[in-house]
């Protein structure tokens, strides 16, 4: 993108702040992973520096399993302007009895970015973090998890909805199609 995408201006607000608006309608604790807290104080948000830094969204959801003793961990890529909290919802309602539930577009492929992870995935985080495999998508392979891939038409979400926006173009897409 060139540019962070936290901060992209989506007809008039940042997408940082237009997740944690949605993200503040499912839980009162919303914490922000990042390493320059100072660039998102405008948030009013906690924010949550990462142990590994350099190592993604994997450290990312670490810090905040450490910083929080809630059960669950919602983890929202700041590139998803479509995700809905009806859709983040209908994850969370998929939980119980999964270590996480990670929903999949029709082509199969997995937006782990987007996803529930329960305390009990901690251990495998950390040993990826450490072996430097740092993939989430590898918690698929971890002995002993248990990991629901939700498609669309179980979650009730279409693949449009995890739309993410890498580049320039997607962006411009994004802003042309959206009745947002």
């Known amino acids: 993108m060139g540019s962070d995408k936290a901060l992209l201006n989506i007809r008039g607000t940042s997408m940082a702040r237009l997740l944690a608006t949605r993200l503040r309608e499912l839980t009162d604790e919303v914490l922000l992973s990042a390493n320059d807290p100072l660039t998102y104080n405008f948030l009013g948000l906690p924010t949550v520096p990462d142990l590994y830094p350099g190592c993604g969204p994997m450290a990312g959801l670490h810090a905040a399993m450490l910083r929080t003793n809630r059960p669950w961990i919602l983890l929202l890529a700041c590139d998803l ?93 994004f802003l042309r199609l959206s009745k947002f």
Request: glycine share 6%.
């Open 81 to 173: 302007p479509r995700v809905s909290t009806e859709m983040l919802n209908n994850i969370i309602l998929r939980a119980p009895g999964f270590d996480a539930v990670i929903p999949a577009t029709s082509d199969g492929r997995l937006h782990p970015v987007c996803a529930i992870y329960s305390r009990t995935c901690l251990p495998a985080i950390e040993r990826g973090l450490r072996a430097s495999d740092n993939r989430l998508i590898r918690l698929l392979e971890e002995p002993g998890l248990q990991i629901r891939q939700l498609t669309a038409a179980e979650g009730d979400f279409s693949d449009s909805d995890l739309l993410d926006l890498d580049t320039r173009e997607d962006l411009e897409e």
